[in-house]
């Protein structure tokens, strides 16, 4: 008896103590009263702030630039109580996109299936010791070649897998709880992101607020060594910039794995899923719907990060990316980088659009990503190697 006892102490011991990091940013602290940055969600586990989140901010009269230690700011919407045609949106108003699909919208249920099945957990571990710690993200797979989409501080491990010099693996779980089924290999990253942000590779408590932090990944075999199949479940999206507004309803859906503890998020993780409507537009500066307000649901949690934003006809229109300080999940405001603002960001940095890249072969655009992905994978070895003496 005495044995047993002894042996349930150390079993809890080291379920207390190891465990995944859980990616989710959350923004650093700003002096705008208005909107608090957060840290990103992402799979290292983030302390939370005491102090009260704060309350919504009041629609500006007119956009306010951001630094990247600073959360993006409210937008500016259409004065008018109805509709207002694409056309009419310009950088310092938005308008909402009238009729926006010919289908009527899908049912709760249908949402909620197939978000879920093109729903994938990204989970990346060191074999041996290491500086890493194991971490864990999710991702949408958005075209049925096995293409994710996700944030770029969950890929960024999946680029350093990548490299020899990097005791890492990562593997692509799916269903609940999630199943190691994929390997995947970065299609795309924002150099501009792993500039900013590669320094930040083994802080505890990365900051960010979710600009330029999206990437692409491909599906590349299977860890059963079995076929892959001929089409993967995926997400549809759309990428305009009136597709979301305030008051509408969207589905969430992600890995929260913060409240199950690490050994639990390695075991035995599920994926969750919510309904709640957008809470408010917020732009990077340029005036434009970047990103989603969301409140406190249950997926705001570390882990998150890469999740899904769908609309009422199954459309993705938002990344999950960041989440604010908050005791409880219902204290927080889980944010959502918007895919009008990743498309254009894509185009910006990349030269192209993100319907155009899926429109080319995806081992092709992996090869041609492969010398800037060897000099970014450097940036990070840089921050990992031991000072020399």
Not at 166 to 189: E, F, H, M
Request: net charge negative; charged share 15%.
């Amino acid at each position: 008896m005495m044995r047993r006892s002894l042996f349930d102490l150390i079993v809890v011991i080291v379920l207390l103590l190891g465990g995944v990091v859980f990616f989710f940013y959350v923004e650093p602290n700003t002096s705008t009263p208005d909107v608090s940055p957060q840290n990103e969600l992402s799979a290292a586990v983030v302390s939370h702030a005491t102090s009260t989140p704060p309350t919504p901010p009041v629609v500006a009269t007119s956009s306010v630039a951001t630094t990247s230690i600073e959360g993006p700011q409210p937008v500016q919407k259409s004065p008018s109580e109805a509709p207002a045609p694409a056309s009419a949106t310009t950088s310092d108003e938005i308008a909402r996109v009238q009729d926006p699909y010919s289908t009527p919208p899908e049912s709760s249920d249908t949402i909620n299936t197939d978000t879920r099945a093109a729903l994938v957990n990204i989970l990346c571990e060191p074999e041996g010791p290491s500086s890493l710690d194991p971490i864990s993200g999710s991702g949408v797979i958005i075209d049925p070649r096995g293409i994710i989409l996700t944030n770029a501080h969950v890929a960024q491990y999946v680029l350093l897998s990548e490299s020899p010099q990097v005791d890492l693996q990562c593997v692509v779980r799916t269903g609940s709880p999630a199943t190691a089924a994929w390997t995947a290999t970065v299609l795309y990253i924002p150099s501009i992101w792993v500039n900013e942000h590669a320094s930040e590779i083994l802080e505890a408590h990365p900051e960010g607020t979710g600009e330029h932090d999206y990437a692409l990944l491909y599906i590349t075999g299977s860890v059963n060594g079995t076929p892959l199949p001929s089409q993967f479940p995926y997400l549809p999206f759309d990428t305009r910039p009136g597709i979301g507004f305030p008051g509408d309803e969207v589905l969430v859906a992600s890995y929260p794995a913060e409240l199950v503890g690490g050994i639990a998020a390695q075991y035995d993780l599920y994926a969750d899923s919510s309904f709640t409507t957008i809470k408010e537009l917020l732009t990077f500066g340029s005036g434009t719907p970047d990103v989603v307000s969301l409140g406190g649901v249950i997926e705001a949690q570390e882990g998150s990060s890469g999740g899904a934003v769908v609309n009422e006809w199954g459309r993705l229109i938002a990344l999950i990316a960041t989440t604010s300080s908050g005791t409880t999940t219902a204290d927080r405001d889980l944010r959502g980088v918007a895919l009008s603002y990743i498309n254009t960001d894509l185009q910006a940095q990349s030269g192209q659009s993100l319907s155009a890249i899926l429109q080319g072969d995806p081992t092709t655009e992996v090869q041609d990503f492969s010398s800037t992905a060897a000099s970014l994978i450097q940036l990070y070895i840089e921050q990992l190697s031991p000072p020399q003496q």
